[in-house]
């Protein structure tokens, strides 16, 4: 059975930091590519940040360049979203995504991140 299980999401102060976890089970988790999203209330899913399958290329939205750092450990099967500097507009629902081809596309529960100011 697929399962991607984000954790790590919590209520921080504005400057604050937390560090996101996504454990993938089920697929063979280095050969896919892995993007964590966000979505707050009202407002359309947004794409964060999306690492290669080896993790040695990563990108991310202008609006957490330079604060964010995605990364993964596929001996873990686990991807991070480590988040600096952060902002309250950076409160939303976070969400992992595991792609591979058109077919294999999944998606974890999500997890929580609110930034108090």
């Known amino acids: 059975q697929v399962q991607l299980v984000e954790s790590g999401g919590g209520l921080v102060q504005a400057g604050g930091s937390l560090r996101l976890s996504c454990a993938g089970s089920g697929f063979s988790f280095s050969y896919y590519v892995m993007r964590w999203y966000r979505q707050d209330a009202g407002k359309e899913r947004e794409l964060v940040a999306t690492i290669s399958e080896t993790g040695r290329s990563a990108n991310y939205a202008d609006s957490v360049s330079g604060r964010f750092t995605i990364s993964r450990d596929n001996t873990k099967n686990t991807a991070y979203l480590q988040m600096n500097n952060l902002k309250p507009e950076d409160t939303a629902v976070y969400y992992c995504?595991?792609?591979?081809?058109?077919?294999?596309?999944?998606w974890g529960q999500g997890t929580q991140v609110t930034v108090s100011s």
């Open positions: 995504r595991a792609r591979f081809g058109v077919n294999r596309d999944y």
